[in-house]
């Protein structure tokens, strides 16, 4: 089974093959270019230097939310485009899951918290368990307040540990309220293609065809905000 | 401060690119094919998609050794070759030190013992104590039978988490003798030049030209050995 995985949900965009457990081949960039200029050309060369033919691969998969809404869309629509092409199975994962999925198998056993910055005091979060290397999902994924997030942690009286672009804006916030809480370092904090691998392994019975792809979105995209509010008012 | 990382000791290939800690780009390919072919597009492919320019980087990295003969020559072949068209300082760092490397930061407090297999029932090791994310060197790199790696081990009385190639081979050794003996996963467990670039970035000082950057062989190359046993024989 070799699943292909996508992510550009925030920042950093990356993309890996997974091959029944092991990381054939992996590619990240972090330097702020878009999405639309990095991706598609990424995982061409990713594919082209591990010696990697599409054809190869049995499922496709992404980080289809939470996150910044053009960089999902970018996602979704590069997998929709390379799976339309080779007549291919596609799952789309939370990317907050995709990124807890990375600690599991390591020695952390406790609460992870993903948190990805939503602006306005939010972080999109979700909270799972690990324990003895398996992930066990807490809370669905939501747009929390830093506060709400840690009433929410204070209850489990568990080691916490964020992730995340929105990993420092919380651990700032939480260390002086939570007994023991954690963050990532900086070489392994991000979202990585790697965890969307990780996470579609275990979902690829919910994977659908291309056209069926769609991005989750957690908040309605900001010109519907807008245009909802332009209705509105014209009432 | 900007470090170009470069891993190709065994069958992984990698590359990164580090600055202030964060990774700013990486790519790495772990299908077979060889390093000759893998190792140079790949970077410049990284380059290429992250927007980094050569002439952006301060200091280029390689994991000099221990490691296969071919591997570790073509790694430091092409850091030489980059150095060289850019006059950039170079280092060589231990492949086993930058194995640890990964693992600083996350919560593991304990053993880390990186294992790489050197074949005849014998590991390429060396040991550091991970402990409240710092990393401190215990051994020298060293060739060492399994028996031997597990008494040295035992005398710690600590958790001991195994990593790279040869830790499988460790693992199945070693957890019937020890107490608390843990197998990085799959997807954290290779040589990666992310490691590369965090044990070069507490190495600068040790910077050197490209013409003295030099592969680490902790045993004489196969063709050496049979030369000297050759010479010997007809005396």
């Excluded at 007549?87 to 990317?95: E, H, M, R």
């Excluded at 990780?198 to 905000?225: G, H």
Aim: charged share 20%; aromatic share 6%; net charge neutral.
């Amino acid at each position: 089974m070799r699943i292909l995985g996508i992510e550009s949900s925030a920042g950093p965009a990356s993309c890996a093959v997974w091959e029944d457990g092991r990381i054939l081949a992996c590619s990240s960039a972090n330097t702020g270019l878009t999405h639309s200029q990095t991706l598609v050309p990424m995982i061409h060369d990713m594919l082209k230097n591990a010696g990697i033919s599409l054809k190869t691969v049995d499922l496709l998969a992404v980080a289809a939310g939470p996150g910044s809404f053009t960089g999902v869309r970018i996602g979704v629509a590069a997998v929709k485009g390379l799976a339309f092409t080779e007549d291919k199975p596609c799952v789309g994962v939370s990317t907050l899951a995709a990124m807890a999925r990375m600690a599991a198998g390591t020695l952390f056993s406790g609460i992870i918290c993903p948190a990805m910055d939503a602006r306005r005091d939010q972080v999109y979060t979700a909270l799972f368990e690990i324990s003895e290397g398996e992930v066990i999902r807490l809370t669905d994924d939501n747009a929390v307040s830093l506060n709400n997030l840690a009433k929410q942690l204070d209850k489990y009286k568990k080691p916490v540990l964020l992730i995340g672009d929105g990993a420092e804006l919380c651990y700032n916030t939480f260390k002086q309220i939570l007994s023991e809480v954690f963050i990532a370092p900086l070489h392994l904090r991000y979202q990585s293609a790697v965890g969307v691998t990780l996470e579609a392994a275990v979902m690829q019975e919910q994977a659908v065809s291309s056209e069926k792809l769609m991005p989750i979105y957690l908040r309605m995209p900001q010109a519907e905000r807008e245009l909802k509010r332009k209705l509105s008012n014209g009432k």
